[in-house]
């Protein structure tokens, strides 16, 4: 079986998820739209696709079995639940949304729908990340530290909170939610957002340039995720976890664990979002939702915390969270 991909939003990174299915063996990008039409058409002539002129007929056309969402935060509409009414499967890049509630009201009509769903957070699918989940799986973690360190991205809309979110919720993302996957869920987030520099670039901004989170897991363990996006002299995006008896740090693409009886450090040589990709495409192919890390209702939980943390930065007070069972 070909699994027929279909593409909503075409931008860089929608792009270089249609060059990583050409390497996938049974996938076949068929069918592309975005609201820029002369980029839709240029991307569809690129790659043997059609272009849509509406994601509606794209749903409507019967020519796809799955979709990559790669649309800007601010720009999802109902797109996922579109696809869910008409039984396509959907990968939602990540962040999935700007507003909790209506992030989990599509999260329940496509879980109600019985489709495959998953979301952007490809990091999870690297070797050293399942090595360092396997070895964390029994051990009394004590304290977090992570950072997400680097250059401003290139789009407008990202500048603006109103339609990224900010750093942590469209970029450090990937951070938070592989801290929730190695370490369990976050229960209260206390943040200090603040811009520093990013108006003397762009004068309209209203996303913060620096912010620091500090939270506590439900565990008990505490942490700390600071972010940047004026670094531009240096790159960095790792996450440690210190216990009484082991040190594990995670800084893609390497893995370092220390205790009483080792020191080792491994380097991954994965593509992520290759193994992403095709997971997806199995996921599709054998009906079996196994074989992916991270579901939409993942990604709400990832995008839940992440949005906490800007309400928390904006009144200077902790928030608490809800959890899976208070919900």
Known sequence: MTVRIGFIGVGGMAEHHIKTLQRIEHAEVTAVYDINQERSQEVAAAYGAKSFA?????????????????????????IE????????????EKPVG?????????????????IIHTSGYCLRYLDTVAKAKAYLADKKIDLILSYRLGGLPGPR??????????????????????????????????????????????????AYDVGTVSFVMESGAIGNITSSCLANYV?????????????????????????????????????????????????????????????????????EVTLAANDSAAVRQPVVLETGKER
């Open 98 to 114: 700007l507003n909790v509630a209506d992030a989990r009201r599509k999260e329940q009509i496509i879980r109600e729908s019985g």
């Open 157 to 206: 809309w990202w500048r603006m909170i109103e339609q990224s979110g900010g750093q942590l919720v469209e970029q450090s993302t990937h951070q938070m939610d592989l801290i929730r996957y190695l370490a369990g869920d976050v229960k209260e987030v206390s943040a200090i957002h603040e811009q520093r520099h990013l108006r003397n670039i762009d004068p309209e901004a209203t």
């Open 81 to 92: 639940e579109q696809a869910a009414r008409k039984g396509i499967h959907i990968l939602s």
């Open 54 to 78: 509406s994601s509606g007929q794209m749903f409507d056309s019967g020519e796809i079995d799955g979709v990559f969402i790669c649309t800007p935060p601010f720009a999802r509409g109902d």
């Open 235 to 303: 790159g960095r995006g790792g996450i440690e976890f210190f216990g009484h008896d082991f040190y594990v740090m995670v800084d893609i693409p390497t893995l370092r664990i220390v205790d009483d009886h080792q020191d080792i450090t491994e380097v991954s040589k994965m593509d992520f979002y290759y193994e992403q990709d095709k997971a997806f495409v199995e996921a599709i192919r054998n009906n079996d939702p196994t074989l992916l890390l991270a579901d939409f209702s993942d990604a709400v939980d990832t995008l």
